[in-house]
């Protein structure tokens, strides 16, 4: 192994992660890409601390995954198969994000020949979605597709092209740079008013109805961090959403002022949902773009009522739907960064209510 790459497998006390990185850097530019695959594998076993060797590692994907030569997507693959303790294959999600970013399409036939996974593979086609290539015109793509969806890669489902109502996600993905990312959250609405009193005799009935994966963009809010998720189905009876959603009883609602809120477009709903879910929350990783995009669209697919879970299936009957976007301003709600409340109503009376928050 490089002396460069041996000293980084002792980490001295103190010692300036930036330096590190340069260390990386120069053999990235200098040096057989190889060499990272000995030195992630060389990490698991290393006196360097904890959070350290997962900076490297993330480090030295990023690093492969800005290479352009063929050898860089075997050690990355080499890298991300890896049984190791620092369980590498949790960054496939990002790894595809910045292939997408640093590589033209056609690499993606490239590395299937170079026996990348599927999964990765999978991942990587959706990310180009999301950048705005139109993936559906080129055959080799569309046949790649098809093999990958053969194999249960639900990812490779999606359609290879964006749709109309999700022309707000690209403005939303978590944004790479060479050391890092940053992560768009939900934004919360634009211009919320005061919802105006519920009609009288207006006496809502909270349903006992199973909603799936209505919280599925929210779920590392909750399973990988701190946060709370609350969803729920009433009755109201055909009622104008705005003047039913005062009378529910929720929980997130509790203890503030009165509600305040907007009538959302369908895309709207889809970008807060997909910023979610690709970024994460306070803790733990996101999904980034591709299954991001999954994620929303199986979110408002149950908040909907809508059958499966694909743009192609769940999309009519997202659009026969009314959707409102909450103010986040009450107890409940964290107000740090990660806030969601979306309401759905139904064309058969009924509303559905998403509501999540998270905190560091």
């Known amino acids: 192994m490089d002396a460069g790459l041996r000293a980084l497998l002792a980490w001295p006390p103190g010692a300036d992660l930036n330096a590190a990185f340069d260390t990386l850097d120069r053999y990235g530019r200098e040096q057989p890409p190889s060499g990272l695959v000995d030195l992630v594998a060389a990490l698991a076993d290393a006196e360097t601390p904890a959070w350290a060797r997962g900076a490297l590692l993330g480090h030295s994907l990023r690093?492969?995954?800005?290479?352009?030569?063929?050898?860089?997507?075997?050690?990355?693959?080499?890298?991300?198969?890896l049984d190791s303790p620092l369980r590498p294959g949790r960054w496939r999600a990002e790894v595809a994000a910045r292939l997408a970013d640093a590589h033209p399409v056609n690499a993606l036939l490239q590395a299937e020949a170079a026996g990348l996974d599927a999964d990765l593979l999978a991942r990587w086609l959706q990310e180009c979605v999301l950048r705005g290539q139109r993936l559906g015109r080129l055959r080799a793509l569309v046949a790649l597709r098809e093999r990958l969806a053969a194999q249960d890669r639900v990812l490779a489902e999606l359609p290879l092209g964006l749709l109309t109502e999700e022309d707000r996600l690209a403005s939303r993905l978590p944004r790479l740079s060479a050391r890092g990312r940053s992560l768009p959250a939900p934004k919360g609405p634009e211009a919320p008013s005061?919802?105006?009193?519920?009609?009288?005799g207006l006496h809502p009935e909270e349903l006992d109805e199973p909603l799936g994966d209505a919280a599925a963009a929210v779920a590392r809010w909750h399973s990988a961090s701190n946060g709370r998720v609350d969803v729920s189905v009433h009755e109201i009876y055909g009622a104008d959403p705005l003047r039913a959603l005062p009378a529910?009883?929720?929980p997130c609602a509790s203890g503030g002022p009165p509600l305040?809120?907007?009538?959302v477009t369908v895309d709207v709903v889809l970008a807060e949902l997909f910023s979610a879910a690709s970024s994460g929350g306070a803790y733990?990783?996101?999904?980034?773009?591709?299954e991001g995009r999954l994620l929303a669209w199986r979110s408002a697919a149950a908040l909907a009522d809508a059958p499966g879970g694909l743009p192609q299936e769940a999309a009519?009957?997202?659009?026969?739907c009314q959707w409102v976007q909450l103010d986040p301003d009450t107890p409940w709600f964290d107000q740090v960064g990660w806030?969601?409340?979306l309401a759905c109503?139904?064309?058969?009376?009924?509303l559905a209510v998403l509501a999540a928050t998270d905190s560091d």
Not at 260 to 263: P, S, T, V, Y
Not at 284 to 290: H, I, M, S, T
Not at 316 to 320: E, N, S, Y
């Open 260 to 263: 305040a809120g907007q009538r």
């Open 284 to 290: 733990g990783r996101g999904v980034e773009g591709a």
């Open 345 to 350: 109503a139904r064309p058969d009376g009924t």
């Open 339 to 341: 806030d969601l409340w």
């Open 316 to 320: 009519p009957a997202i659009r026969a």
């Open 194 to 200: 005061t919802l105006p009193a519920p009609p009288d």
């Open 63 to 81: 690093i492969l995954c800005a290479h352009r030569a063929p050898a860089a997507l075997d050690a990355l693959g080499a890298i991300l198969a």
């Open 248 to 250: 529910l009883r929720l």
